[in-house]
T-cell receptor
Framework: KAGVTQTPRYLIKTRGQQVTLSCSPI?????VSWYQQTPGQGLQFLFE???????NKGNFPGRFSGRQFSNSRSEMNVSTLELGDSALYLC??????????????FGPGTRLTVL | AQSVTQLGSHVSVSEGALVLLRCNYS??????LFWYVQYPNQGLQLLLK??????LVKGINGFEAEFKKSETSFHLTKPSAHMSDAAEYFC??????????????FGKGTLLTVNP
């Protein structure tokens, strides 16, 4: 069974631009969660999508948004990029999502650098 | 709000020695508890999890953790370290936050170094 894939793996943008990251979950998984990992703040939960609906949300500004398609693939968008948005963005998929005890499987991440 | 504290951002052990990585959490209700490992330039991999039932949880690669409710702890151990265990380890807690909003909260991570 193929694992969670994220594209692109590396991305360089400049301040003020917007960016879209993609995550393809494991086949059959309905939940996709997004996380931001930085040296200073560590791993922080952004949001979870389940069956095309945002079900849970962390404490990030509205510049961070996402969506999920009918095939469970998910995209995360960050608008008006700031230097502080430079991070490794991880997505994770599971069948039942955060409200369940199902194991979340993580992708390798997208490394975003904002100049 | 739930929080996770990992004592020691960096732990160094000799090959063959006991590995002990500490995790304490704050939660108003019994949470789900997890340990993840992250190798360089890779995503996170689940080592083990506690949901309900037996408080001693066995995971992959010889790791285990014990949920101690009275101490609000979930320390990770391995009897004998191997060079391949060198990685960063994250403790995480999942519970409802503010009604039905669930989220996964991670500790800051502990970098494990294994010396030959």
């Amino acid at each position: 069974k193929a694992g969670v894939t994220q594209t692109p793996r590396y991305l360089i943008k400049t301040r003020g631009q917007q960016v879209t990251l993609s995550c393809s979950p494991i086949s059959g998984h309905r939940s996709v969660s997004w996380y931001q990992q930085t040296p200073g703040q560590g791993l922080q939960f952004l949001f979870e999508y389940f069956s095309e609906t945002q079900r849970n949300k962390g404490n990030f500004p509205g510049r961070f948004s996402g969506r999920q398609f009918s095939n469970s693939r998910s995209e995360m968008n960050v608008s008006t990029l700031e230097l502080g948005d430079s991070a490794l963005y991880l997505c994770a998929s599971s069948w039942g999502g955060l409200v369940s005890t199902d194991t979340q499987y993580f992708g390798p991440g997208t490394r975003l650098t904002v100049l | 709000a739930q929080s996770v504290t990992q004592l020691g951002s960096h732990v160094s052990v000799s090959e063959g020695a006991l590995v002990l990585l500490r995790c304490n959490y704050s939660s108003s209700v019994p949470p789900y508890l997890f340990w993840y490992v992250q190798y360089p330039n890779q995503g996170l991999q689940l080592l083990l999890k506690y949901t309900t039932g037996a408080t001693l949880v066995k995971g992959i690669n010889g790791f285990e953790a014990e949920f101690k409710k009275s101490e609000t702890s979930f320390h990770l151990t391995k009897p004998s370290a191997h060079m391949s265990d060198a990685a960063e380890y994250f403790c995480a807690v999942s519970e409802a936050s503010g009604g039905s909003n669930y989220k996964l909260t991670f500790g800051k991570g502990t970098l494990l170094t294994v010396n030959p």
